[in-house]
């Protein structure tokens, strides 16, 4: 498997975490000063995980997705493997994210998994551990605060 990993201990409850990540997604989902808007997001296996970014300078990146899994106040997978009625996309990576409890907090993790080596390798040169770390940052303070 080749697979990308960030983890962050968040000072929080893991209810709250998990709140958080789940209801304010577009507060933290991708760096500032990006943005992240989420169409029609389906919290169940086969619903639609797509998201559009839009950058300071009027980029727009589409992200069309499938949720794989949504496992409530525990874990969320999404894919771009699959999209519009199920027609293949290119596959480039699942995307897992979970939370746990860890002492009096929260152990928060995001795994990018890839199908190819070449694709594990080209995301991270994308900047995965400083965009995806960035993301993990803007949870825990939100989770903080």
């Known amino acids: ?37 989420f169409d029609g997001l389906e ?8 998201c559009t970014m839009y950058g300071p300078d009027g980029e727009v990146h589409p992200h069309p ?3 794989l899994a949504w496992d409530e106040g525990r874990r969320f997978a999404f894919t771009d493997a699959i999209v519009d009625d199920l027609e293949p996309a290119g ?14 907090g929260t152990r928060y993790t995001a795994r990018a998994r ?3 080596e070449a694709d594990s390798k080209r995301h991270d040169e994308m900047g995965f551990e400083a965009g995806w770390g960035a993301c993990a940052e803007q949870l825990k303070t939100l989770c903080e605060n």
Do not use: Q
């Open 65 to 67: 997705g499938t949720v």
């Open 1 to 37: 498997m080749h697979e990308l990993t960030i983890t962050r201990y968040i000072d929080a409850p893991t209810d709250r975490v998990w709140d958080v990540m789940a209801n304010r997604m577009e507060e933290w989902w991708c760096p500032k000063p990006w943005r992240a808007e």
């Open 114 to 116: 890839h199908w190819t």
């Open 43 to 50: 919290r169940r296996p086969g619903g639609n995980g797509s």
């Open 91 to 104: 596959p480039f990576m699942i995307g897992i994210w979970e939370v746990e409890p860890e002492g009096s």
